[in-house]
């Protein structure tokens, strides 16, 4: 049996007074397509940039792919932060942003790589190719990232609200974007998601998560729409006549 991806040993993480993650323990299979899902402030973020060996946290051991996060070579990790910002006036292509993720060179000028364009299809974002990237819509945006982080095959994906900016036909197909990619690849996904139907239908796990876990396992039964809700603390509308 393989090692698992991720292994989370009574992590916490403190800002100050602030307690944003306590111990979680955890272990997610390699090859995973994991979906973490629960409320603002609930610490996905910061769990994904312990992952990502950005953050080291306050107590406890995380290894990734049999390592300290921090020790890792960076092509084995892809990650796409949630926030994604590129100065209107950059003179760059798509192409040479994705090619980035290759070259780890900025900036970068040469003519289009085959392996960045190749990620481009895969993150259907090749038509973006030769626009600057200046003129995208976050959206386009989003694509142009994943397929750059998608570029150089990294063993593990960590993506931090991908969809964000992308309409409902768009992240329908991102999502059989990254399945295609996974099954090319072998590489672990972990994605923060508000999708919980999307969760359900393409992912292998889900990872329930308020500063602590709350649930993992299974994505068709632990997105449940009785867990979420109770994740979520909300028990449903109620509708009224005005």
């Not at 979906?35 to 051991?61: H, S, Y």
Request: contains cysteine; proline residues 6%; positive net charge.
């Amino acid at each position: 049996m393989s090692a698992p991806a991720v292994e989370l040993r009574d992590v916490a993480v403190r800002f100050g007074g602030l307690e944003a993650l306590f111990g979680v323990t955890l272990d997610i299979p390699a090859g995973a397509f994991a979906v973490i899902f629960g409320p603002n402030g609930g610490g996905k973020t910061t769990l994904l940039r312990v992952i990502a060996g950005l953050l080291t946290p306050t107590q406890g051991e995380a290894r990734v792919l049999g390592s300290r996060p921090g020790e890792l070579p960076p092509q084995r990790v892809g990650y796409v932060p949630q926030v994604k910002r590129m100065d209107p006036l950059v003179p760059a292509q798509a192409v040479e942003v994705v090619t980035t993720g290759i070259t780890a060179r900025w900036p970068w000028r040469g003519g289009k790589r085959p392996e960045a364009m190749e990620a481009m299809r895969a993150a259907g974002a090749s038509h973006l190719a030769t626009r600057r990237v200046g003129t995208l819509s976050g959206g386009e945006l989003q694509r142009v990232y994943l397929a750059r982080a998608m570029a150089r095959r990294p063993e593990l994906l960590l993506l931090d609200e991908p969809a964000a900016g992308i309409d409902m036909a768009g992240e329908a197909a991102m999502y059989h974007a990254l399945i295609d990619y996974q099954r090319a690849s072998g590489c672990s996904i972990i994605m923060i998601s508000h999708d919980w139907e999307g969760a359900r239908a393409h992912a292998s796990h889900a990872l329930l998560i308020n500063r602590s876990v709350r649930a993992f396992g299974p994505a068709a039964e632990t997105a449940s729409e009785r867990a979420l809700l109770a994740l979520f603390g909300h028990t449903g509308h109620v509708q009224a006549t005005h």
